[in-house]
């Protein structure tokens, strides 16, 4: 048999990893050093080679989209489909799982995710129903504290309280909420793996089948993986299969949300025969930029330490632009795309990276200015939308009335006259029966529990749902999104809010129809109904992807998003101290340091180009806050970077004066820019901080140092140099 195109290309190491016998293994090695091909290619060697079917091998990947990614390289080396092997991230995978063996893991059949939004509001109810004030006990931290615990397989009755008051309200709250979730079929994402775990903790018969089915376990970015996660694991491989893991001490980036990086530790420890390989050539990145990247990591103390080198060239400096704000950074940014598409490049190979979502709405409206279109990836997610969460709503609880998420959500969206007294006793009459608050409606109805108007503003309620589940019940996916969006009011509703976002509303719902036509239900979905598969889709994709568009567009995500991925021109925005590192992180001790790996993860996404921007003046959740560059910035040896000075200067308006003696418009044209000092009649003096518009138009924004910041229409003000 010819294996020579799986280890073609391929260096020695990488070889060695690919084509070693059947083995435990572990990858330990940088950015771009060839992980993920190995796993790739080692997927395909076992097939070709050792005769395993796809059916016996398992990946787990970080993201729904390196996932895909991941099929789509095994399939391109194989030639063909691979319908039969699991591919997918922990959480998809125990999805799958919970799926398949809903009974043993103690779950009705048509269980529903619940994602962090959904989460969040649960949270409320719950504290609600304890009567607890919500200042003392922020939604946020509970729903932390129920996370953390999943995530190191605590149950409440497992977590020890040491008889403090606090910490036992705390356990209460999770109790309550899990109880809440379990009576109305809820799983959220920390659960899907907990459940998962328990699921073959408690069926060792389950248990046993999955470990003779998957004779190698391939785990990417192993190094992100929490505790529960990794225990999942270890019950999975036994001595009779094997376990492949890559991963990259420098990348752990998730310690924020319970990853543990010394499961590398545990791996060697556990698997004492396991094999480790070290890859140090860099394939990715130049040289300046891979140096670089070294160069910034180094300051990090007590890691496993490896140091790549690259054969490629030294490439170009690293581009430094200090924007005067956000807004001149994002110009920047935009004109820097705007040369590499002129000059005939993808923008799909440009990616623009930030700490946090917030950040990307400053990009996004230079962007649409200059008319580039751009992609999100997490952050304005399509799933995510107000109107398409209401839309879900509608069909989960059709789909399943126990929901009670979901009946919270819409019943009363649009408005029917339900006041929060009607709803206080459904859910309090939920409470005292341990059932669903659908139930509870139906039996306040049914005992005229209620007064006339808010009774038969429920007894619509109920009656339309049902209306609702009796008409599509013939009808395929597409059309029972599209009959439930047009006849549950939902339509009507924002048909009749005027203006430009009410309008974006209704085109989205009109992209969930299309995207019910679209949706091909996955393998693992064949035991459910098309709408429960839809359902499932929609939650777990939230996390991640947009509606699928294939017009040629920037790549727009957080750097944690980025994980794993490459860009020939890859743009850091935002790098100032107090964004990037994180204010928080300042006070927290190791947090430096793994913002400092992000920041690592950021730079050595570059393939050629790397652009590192930062605003002198930031305005931020309504906030002007001035800031230094990064740290980071700073521990870039010099001979790597170079800085971009060019202000933006902002013309004047034309002033139109016409010229009897020439028969020409003349106009002069003064400069200002931004950070410049200016003195008004007036106000006195200030600084420039911002543009808007053009010509006629063009707005000015002043901070004058008495009367404060101040928009001046740039034609009118008489505006001078101070
Ligand atoms: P990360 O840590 O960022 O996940 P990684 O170690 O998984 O990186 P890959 O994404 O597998 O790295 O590889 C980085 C790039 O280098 C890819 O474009 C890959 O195709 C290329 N590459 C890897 N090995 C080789 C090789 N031996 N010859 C040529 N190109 C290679
Ligand atoms: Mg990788």
Known sequence: ???????????????????????????????????????????????????????????????????????????????????????????????????????????????????????????RRVLKSLNLDEKHWAPKHVQWYINGNKDEGLRPEHIETHG??????????????????????????????????????????????????????????????????????????????????????????????????????????????????????????????????????????????????????????????????????????????????DKGYALADCAIL????????????????????????????????????????????????????????????PTRGLGDKTLSLVREVAKENEQSLWLSAVQLIEEKRLSGRALSALDNFIKLIKQLQHDINELNLEQQADHVIKHSGLFAMYKAEKGEKAQTRIENLEELVTACKQFTPPDEAENMSPLSAFLAHATLESGETQAESHQDAVQMMTIHTAKGLEFPLVILAGVEEGMFPSQMSNEEPGKIEEERRLCYVGMTRAMQKLYITYAENRRLYGQEKYHTPSRFIKEIPSEYIEEVRLRTTISRPVHNRFSPVTGHTAFDSTGFSLGQRVSHPKFGEGTVLNYEGAGEHARIQINFDEFGSKWLVLSFAKLNPA
Not at 10 to 23: F, G, T
Not at 47 to 72: C, H, Q, W
Request: charged share 25%; with cysteine.
């Open 164 to 341: 403090d008051a606090s910490q036992q309200k705390m356990r209460e709250i999770y109790q309550v909420y899990q109880q809440t979730c379990d009576r109305a079929g809820l799983v959220d994402f920390a659960e899907l793996l907990l459940r998962a775990h328990e699921l073959w903790l408690h069926n060792p018969n389950v248990l046993a089948h999955y470990q003779q089915r998957f004779r190698c376990i391939l785990v990417d970015e192993f190094q992100d993986t929490n505790n529960i996660q990794y225990a999942w694991l270890r019950l999975l491989a036994c001595p009779a299969n094997n376990m492949i893991i890559v991963g990259d001490d420098d990348q752990s980036i998730y310690g924020w949300r319970g990853a543990n990086v010394q499961n590398i530790q545990h791996f060697l420890r556990d698997y004492s025969q396991a094999k480790t390989i070290r890859l140090e050539q860099n394939y990715r990145s130049s040289g300046n930029i891979l140096r670089a990247a070294n160069a910034v990591i180094s300051n990090n103390e007590g890691r496993l330490g490896k140091e790549l080198w690259t054969e490629d060239a030294e490439g170009e400096l690293i581009s430094l632009y200090a924007g005067f704000n956000e807004l001149d950074e994002a110009r920047f940014n935009v004109s820097r795309i705007k040369d590499w598409r």
């Open 1 to 123: 048999m010819d294996v020579s195109r799986l280890l073609d290309e391929l260096n020695d190491k990488q070889r060695e990893a690919v084509a070693a016998p059947a083995s435990d293994m572990l990858i330990l090695a940088g950015a771009g050093s060839g992980k993920t091909r190995v796993l790739v290619h080692r997927m395909a060697w076992l097939m070709d080679v050792e005769g395993l079917a796809p059916y016996s091998i398992l990946a787990v990947t970080f993201t729904n989209k390196a996932a895909r990614e991941m099929r789509g390289r095994v399939e391109q080396l194989q030639g063909s489909a691979l319908r039969n092997m699991w591919i997918g991230t922990f959480h998809g995978i125990a999805h799958r799982l919970l799926r398949a063996h809903y009974a043993e893991a103690k779950l009705p059949e048509n269980f529903q995710i619940l994602d962090s939004d959904d989460q969040y509001r649960l949270v």
């Open 354 to 413: 930030y700490r946090n979502n917030a950040q990307s709405r400053v990009l996004e409206e230079a962007l649409l200015q200059e008319s580039i279109a751009y992609r999100i990836y997490g952050g304005l997610r399509f799933f995510e939308r107000q109107e398409i969460r209401d839309a879900l709503a509608y069909l989960r609880l059709i789909n399943q009335n126990i929901d009670d998420a979901a009946f919270e959500r819409i019943v009363n969206t």
